[in-house]
C-alpha cells in the first residue's frame, strides 16, 4: 500500500536534515536495508536506508531541499500503485510536518514506524521535476554566490579524498552548490579548469563605500552550534578560573616517549592534557558531574570531548574512559576520530555523552581563551598555548614554558574552590607527570 516516506531522525540532535542526494531514483525498487538517499545532518552525512523493501514511486523533497522530522520527502509502496489520491490529499494540506519518530532506529527509518503527517507537500512534488540522479544533468546551473564555493560535506569528503581541487569543479545543486555527481563527473574526467586567457589581471578599486554583503543559508551543523552556544550562556550561571602551568616537565616526557615510538606512534601535548585532565576529574567529583535539576549526576569515569574544527563548524568526539588509557592509546583514538571527523564519517555515539570537554588552540598560537560549556557537561577547558616566558624560580629570572589554561565552570555544580582545587591537580599532573603512572 502506498504511503508517505517521513524524515527520520538520523542523530541525537537532528531537528531537520537536507537531502543531499537520492540514491535510489523514482521507479526503483529497493530491498529493506538498502539506502534510499544521503542526508546532511547537524553533524554529519548520514545514509538514510529502508527498513522494508518497497518502490520509489515519488521524490516530493529533491537533493538540497529541507525537511523537518517527521516531513514527507516521497511516497512508497508497490509498483503501479495510485498515489493520486496521497497527492492530492497532501496538496490540500499544505506542508507535512508530523511528530519527531521516538527513536533513531539506526541508521535509518521507513516512515512506517512515523506518527502520520498533519498536513502534506504534494502540490509542490507534482509540479517538480524528477528527483536529479547522479550523471543526470540539470537544465540550468548556478553559479556559486559572489565566487565563494558551496560545497556539500560528501562532495567535500570525496574531494578531499581525491586531491581534486574544488575551484575546477562546476556545482550543478541549487544555488551552484558542489554536490556528489559534480565530483564523480570531474573525477570521470569532465574537470573544467579556467583557462589563462579568462583570468583578469588585478586591479586596485578606488570606490568606497559601505560594505556590501552576501547572505547564505545556514547549515543543520551551524544552526545546532547556535542554539546550543545560545542555551549555554543563557541559564547556565558560568565563571571562569584561568592558571598559569609549567610545562617543561610535560615537554620532556612527551620527548623521551616519542624517541622509543615510530613516527605514527608519536604523542602529542594535547594527549597529556587530555589523560592529565582526565585523572584529575576522576579526583574531583564535582568537575566531572552534571546538573540535573532536581539531581547531581555523577560519572564514574572521564569520557573527554575534544573539539576537533572542521569546514562546517566544531565537533567533540568522545574519548571514552580516558582515566583509564595510557598517551599511546589516547592519541590514537583522537588522531582516528579526528580524522573521521573531518571526513564527516562520525556516528552520534562517537560525538554524544561526554563528561568534560577541552578545547585547544595552542597550536594556533592563541595564549589564553575562554570556552563556552557544552551542556549538560559541568565544565570546559580552554588551553592556550606554552611559550617561553623568564620566571623567577629560587630568587633567579630563569625561562620557563608557560602555558594558560581557562576553565569554564557551571556554578550549579562547581563552586570556585571546587574548580581551583581541580586545577590545581591538573596541574600538578602536568609539572609533575609521574603523578600519572600513580
Do not use: H, Y
Given at each position: 500500500?502506498?504511503?508517505?516516506?517521513?524524515m527520520p531522525k538520523l542523530s541525537p540532535t537532528m531537528e531537520e536534515g537536507q537531502?543531499?542526494?537520492?540514491?535510489?531514483?523514482?521507479g526503483d525498487t529497493y530491498e529493506a536495508g538498502e539506502t534510499l538517499a544521503?542526508?546532511?545532518?547537524?553533524?554529519?552525512?548520514?545514509?538514510?536506508?529502508?527498513?522494508?523493501?518497497?518502490?520509489?514511486?515519488?521524490i516530493l523533497k529533491q537533493a538540497g531541499d529541507t525537511a523537518a522530522l517527521g516531513e514527507a520527502i516521497a511516497i512508497t509502496g508497490q509498483k503501479g500503485e495510485d498515489i493520486a489520491e496521497l497527492l492530492s490529499e497532501t496538496a490540500a494540506l499544505g506542508v507535512a510536518k508530523a511528530e519527531p519518530p521516538a527513536s533513531?532506529?539506526?541508521?535509518?527509518?521507513?516512515?512506517?514506524?512515523?506518527?502520520?503527517e498533519r498536513?502534506?507537500?504534494?502540490?509542490?512534488?507534482?509540479t517538480r521535476p524528477v528527483a536529479s540522479v547522479p550523471g543526470t544533468a540539470p537544465t540550468q546551473q548556478a553559479s556559486p554566490a559572489n565566487g565563494r564555493l558551496i560545497v556539500s560535506p560528501i562532495a567535500a569528503r570525496m574531494a578531499a579524498e581525491n586531491n581534486l581541487d574544488l575551484r575546477t569543479v562546476t556545482g550543478t545543486g541549487p544555488n551552484g552548490r558542489i554536490i556528489k555527481r559534480d565530483i564523480e563527473t570531474a573525477l570521470a574526467g569532465g574537470i573544467q579548469r579556467p583557462k589563462a586567457e579568462d583570468q583578469r589581471p588585478f586591479a586596485p578599486s578606488t570606490q568606497v563605500g559601505a560594505a556590501a554583503y552576501r547572505?547564505?543559508?545556514t547549515s543543520q551543523m551551524r544552526r545546532v552550534i547556535a542554539s546550543r552556544l545560545?542555551?549555554?550562556i543563557g541559564p547556565i550561571p558560568t565563571f571562569y578560573l584561568t592558571l598559569e602551568i609549567e610545562m617543561d616537565a610535560t615537554l620532556?616526557?612527551?620527548?623521551?616517549?616519542?624517541?622509543?615510538?615510530?613516527e605514527d606512534q608519536k604523542i602529542s601535548v594535547n594527549d597529556i592534557i587530555v589523560k592529565a585532565a582526565a585523572m584529575a576529574l576522576v579526583r574531583h567529583p564535582f568537575a566531572n558531574s552534571s546538573y540535573q535539576d532536581k539531581t547531581i549526576r555523577f560519572y564514574d569515569q572521564a569520557d573527554i570531548g575534544v573539539a576537533v574544527a572542521i569546514d562546517e563548524g566544531l565537533i567533540t568526539p568522545v574519548i571514552r574512559g580516558a582515566n583509564r588509557k595510557g598517551f599511546l592509546e589516547i592519541s590514537a583514538e583522537i588522531k582516528d576520530l579526528a580524522a573521521k571527523a573531518k571526513a564527516k564519517k562520525l556516528q552520534p555515539e562517537d560525538y554524544t555523552g561526554a563528561t568534560f570537554s577541552i578545547s585547544n588552540l595552542g597550536m594556533f598560537g592563541i595564549k589564553e581563551f575562554t570556552a563556552i560549556i557544552n551542556p549538560p557537561e559541568a565544565g570546559i577547558l580552554a588551553v592556550g598555548s606554552a611559550q617561553s616566558t623568564p620566571v623567577v624560580r629560587d630568587g633567579e629570572i630563569v625561562i620557563r614554558s608557560i602555558m594558560n589554561v581557562t576553565m569554564s565552570c557551571d556554578h550549579r555544580v562547581v563552586d570556585g574552590a571546587t574548580g581551583a582545587k581541580f586545577l590545581q591537580t591538573f596541574r600538578q599532573m602536568l609539572e609533575q607527570p609521574g603523578m600519572m603512572s600513580a
Open positions: 500500500m502506498a504511503e508517505k516516506f517521513l537531502i543531499a542526494r537520492w540514491v535510489k531514483n523514482e544521503e542526508v546532511d545532518t547537524d553533524k554529519a552525512t548520514m545514509e538514510m536506508t529502508a527498513l522494508t523493501g518497497g518502490t520509489l514511486l515519488k533513531a532506529g539506526g541508521n535509518g527509518a521507513d516512515g512506517k514506524e512515523l506518527q502520520p498536513a502534506a507537500i504534494a502540490a509542490q512534488a507534482e547572505e547564505e543559508p545560545a542555551e549555554s620532556a616526557l612527551r620527548k623521551q616517549v616519542n624517541s622509543t615510538i615510530s
